[in-house]
């Protein structure tokens, strides 16, 4: 398997502008999260999907972020309008079950910077 | 709130052993992941603990005391490419619930 499928993986844009980040699950996974990482605030959760529906985004900063999943394979997360603060990677991750010691697989991240 | 703590940087010779600790005071509990992540790539899963005792795994140990709030990491036999950083995570309620340490960056020296 492939593993978890980010692109791009650098993006770098200027405040105002729309950025758009996609992500590709292990293919079975029914569940994708997306995280975001920064020096500041270290690893947080921003949204995820249980069979392609949102279940939980209260960690979606503010509404200037959304996150979509048309189907099993492909969930976009877009930022509009971006801002410096954004700055940050992100990553994407899926796992099979809630329960037990199944894990999160992470994607090798998005290294977003708005100037 | 939740808190989980680790300390910010360690540093450890080549063929040593080192222990990241991590405590936590969450409101909820259902386990424990310790993942690693190389400097510009993604967290990989290392461990996990859900009762109280130690998990070994090769080179790689990892403690969890639940009444104490406690965890730690051991790693045997150090190696340059240990040098990383040691999230420490806790799962909530279910595995969609789970808070991260601010990570521990290791570094090995020869």
């Known amino acids: 398997d492939a593993g978890v499928i980010q692109s791009p993986r650098h993006e770098v844009t200027e405040m105002g502008q729309e950025v758009t980040l996609r992500c590709k699950p292990i293919?079975?996974?029914?569940?994708l999260f997306w995280y975001r990482q920064t020096m500041m605030r270290g690893l947080e959760l921003l949204i995820y999907?249980?069979?392609?529906?949102?279940?939980?985004d209260s960690g979606m900063p503010e509404d200037r972020f959304s996150a979509k999943m048309p189907n099993a394979s492909f969930s976009t997360l877009k930022i509009q309008p971006s801002e410096p603060r954004d700055s940050a990677v992100y990553f994407c991750?899926?796992?099979?079950?809630?329960?037990?010691?199944?894990?999160?697989?992470f994607g090798p991240g998005t290294r977003l910077t708005v100037l | 709130g939740q808190n989980i703590d680790q300390p910010t940087e360690m540093t450890a010779t080549e063929g040593a052993i080192v222990q990241i600790n991590c405590t936590y005071q969450t409101s909820g509990f259902n386990g424990l992941f310790w993942y690693q992540q190389h400097a510009g790539e993604a967290p990989t899963f290392l461990s996990y603990n859900v009762l109280d005792g130690l998990e070994e795994k090769g080179r790689f140990s990892s403690f969890l005391s639940r009444s104490k709030g406690y965890s730690y990491l051991l790693l045997k036999e150090l190696q340059m490419k240990d040098s990383a950083s040691y999230l420490c995570a806790v799962r909530l309620y279910n595995n969609n619930d789970m808070r991260f340490g601010a990570g521990t960056r290791l570094t090995v020296k020869p």
């Open positions: 999907f249980n069979n392609n529906v949102p279940i939980d």
């Open positions: 293919s079975g996974h029914d569940y």
């Open positions: 991750a899926s796992s099979f079950r809630e329960f037990g010691t199944d894990t999160k697989y």
